[in-house]
C-alpha cells in the first residue's frame, strides 16, 4: 500500500517560482525512483524530472536549467522547485513511483497556473 499526496500549486505570474512537494507513505521510500509528471489541458501528459535513489536527476527539454528535483528521505518526501516559470507551465503536476514488482503509483495531483 502505496500512497502519494502532491501540494504546493497555485496561481503565479511568469517569472515567478514555485516549491512542490510530494509525501510519499507505505513504502521504504528511500529505495525507490521519485518521478515529476504534468498534464496541461488538452495534452498528454508528460514527464518532467527524474531523481533516482542515489541523487541522480534527470530532466526533459522544456524545463532543463528552470527546475530542480531533490529528495529528502528521511521526510519521505520529494520536492520539485520550480523558476522562470512560462505560461506553458500551466499544469496538472502529479508525482510518481515504481516498487520493483512493477505497479505504478500517482499522487491526486496539484494545479500549477502561470498567468499575467
Known amino acids: 500500500q502505496v500512497q502519494l499526496v502532491e501540494s504546493g500549486g497555485g496561481l503565479v505570474q511568469p517569472g515567478g517560482s514555485l516549491r512542490l512537494s510530494c509525501a510519499a507513505s507505505g513504502t521504504t521510500f528511500s529505495r525507490y525512483n521519485m518521478n515529476w509528471y504534468r498534464q496541461g489541458p488538452g495534452k498528454q501528459r508528460e514527464l518532467v524530472a527524474i531523481i533516482r535513489r542515489g541523487g541522480e536527476t534527470n530532466y526533459t527539454d522544456p524545463v532543463k536549467g528552470r527546475f530542480t528535483i531533490s529528495r529528502d528521505n528521511a521526510k519521505n518526501t520529494v520536492y520539485l522547485q520550480m523558476n522562470s516559470l512560462k505560461p506553458e507551465d500551466t499544469a496538472v503536476y502529479y508525482c510518481?513511483?515504481?516498487?520493483?514488482?512493477?505497479?505504478?503509483?500517482w499522487g491526486q495531483g496539484t494545479q500549477v497556473t502561470v498567468s499575467s
Open positions: 510518481n513511483t515504481r516498487l520493483g514488482n512493477g505497479q505504478t503509483y
